[in-house]
C-alpha cells in the first residue's frame, strides 16, 4: 500500500521519512485505511466533540478527510466529502498501559480514560509530523488550548530520540538523589555542574507536613544569632513558599538546604518566600534565626535548570548533544509558523516521583515547548488569569495549589480537573506538549518514577506584535513582517 504521507528530511545528521500512522475503519462493510493527522476536542455548550484530521485511502489513493465522532466510534464526513462517512473505528489499538500506577491519588476513572486516549478535556492529539509542522502552533494560538503530539521525537527525528534509551537505562528507579549523590542537599548539589546549580530544589516533597515544633522531619534543629541576614542566600523551599539557604553560613555551622523554621521566635516555615525576604530585609542589625535540616531528601524537583551537554550527561552515560541542538531543529522545522525562539536552550526539570509544580499563570505569554524524556509526567492547562499562583477552586487564595499523583485531593480540586474547560494531557518520553503560558497550568509528575523533561518557550509574532512583550520586540516583530 502506499504511504499515507511522506517527506525526505535531514535531522541531527540523519534522514528521516515523515509517515502518518493508520488504522483500519469500516465504511459500509469495507475495510479501509485512515491516515491520522489530528484529532481535535472542541468544546461546544459543556461538551466535547472529537474532529478527526486525515486521508482515507481508497481506489489507489490517499484523499484528505475531516471527520466528527457523532456517536463512540462512529465518525461522518461534512458535505464536501460525503463518501467519507459514515465510518467505524476506535483508538483501542493505540492505548497505552494502564496509568493507574502513575497516578493512584488521583480518580482512578481519569486515569484510566487517559490510558486509552491521552487528552482529557479540549485540545489536540497530533499524530503526523506534517500536520504538527504546518497546523501545530496555530491549533494553539487560535484555541487556546493544549496540542499533544504523540510520538514526536521519533517522528520528526529530534534528537532527543537517541538520547530517550540511554536516560531510561540511567534513570529507572532511580531518585535525584541516588543519580547525584549524598545524603543531604548540600552533598547533593556540591559537585554538580554550574548549569544544574542554577536551577532551584523544591524540596517541600521532603518536608511536607513539617512544622517548627516538630522535629520528626529533620535531622538537626539549631538556633543561631545571624548579623546582618539581609545579606543571606535564600531561595523558596516550594514554588513560592518556605526559604531555605542556597549558600552555607560558615561561621555558624549553617549549610546549603537548610530551612529557615524561626525568625526571632516566630514560625515562618510556610510563609510566602517574598514576606521571609521582607521580613530578613526589615530587621535591625542582628537576628535570631531557627534552622532545620531535613532527615530526608527524597521528593525533589529541580527545576529550570539549564540543559546544556554537561548537565545532561548526568541523566544518561553516553549522551552526546546539547539541547541547544534541540531548540535549533524545531526552530528549522517551524520556520513558517510565526515563531521567534528566544530562548536558545531548553529549560531542564527533574522530579521524584509524585513531585509537581503549581497552578500558576506564567508572567510572559510565552508559547511553551515540554519534551517528555522519562517517567510519565501529566499537565494540566485551563484558561488562566492574572500571573502569579492560582487556586482555581479557591476564590481569593493566596496559597500553592498543587495536585501531586500520589495523594489524595480535595473534593475541590477533583471538581475542577474534572470540569470540562480543564485540559488533562498523559505526556511519555518522546511526546512533545505546546501550550500557552498564560493559561493556568500545573506539571504533575508520575508516581512510578522520575520525570525528565525539557521545556523552551517561544514569541509568537502576533503577540509581538500586540506589544505583549515591550516596545523594542513590538519593534522587531513589525521589521520581521515587512
Known sequence: MALATTKLLRCAGKKR???????????GGEEIQIALGAVEVQQSTGSHCRVLYGQVFRDGKWCPVKLTETEPDLWIGGPEAPEAGPLTFSFDAMKRSSLQREAPGWPSELVEDLSRW????????VFDAHFFVQRGVSAVLSSGFPVLFVGAAQQMGLVTEDWIPGIAKHLTNRSLCEVFGGTSLEEMIQDLPEDLKK??????????????ANEEHWSRVYTVKIQSPERLTIESCSWTLGAMLREPVSEVDAAVGDVLLKINGRGILWQSFDDIQELLIDL??????TFGRPKVIQKIYLREAVAS???????CDGVDGDGKVLVSQLAALLSRAGLVFAEDRPGLFAGDAGTASHLHVDRKPLLQFCHGLHGCKFFCVAPGKAPGPQVPWQSGAQLEAKLPTDAKLSTAAVEWMQSPEVSVCCLHPGDLLLFLGQSCHAGCNGAAQMSLSLFHGTMPLSYMLQG??????QLMARKLMS
Open 118 to 125: 491521552p487528552l482529557k478535556g479540549p485540545g489536540t492529539v
Open 309 to 315: 551537554a554537561e548537565a545532561l550527561s548526568l541523566f
Open 468 to 473: 505583549a512583550f515591550g516596545v523594542p520586540y
Open 199 to 212: 536551577g532551584h530544589f523544591d524540596i517541600a516533597g521532603a518536608i511536607a507536613g513539617a512544622d517548627s
Open 284 to 289: 535591625p542589625g542582628t537576628a535570631e534565626i
Open 17 to 27: 521519512q515523515w509517515v502518518a500512522p493508520t488504522i483500519s475503519a469500516n465504511l
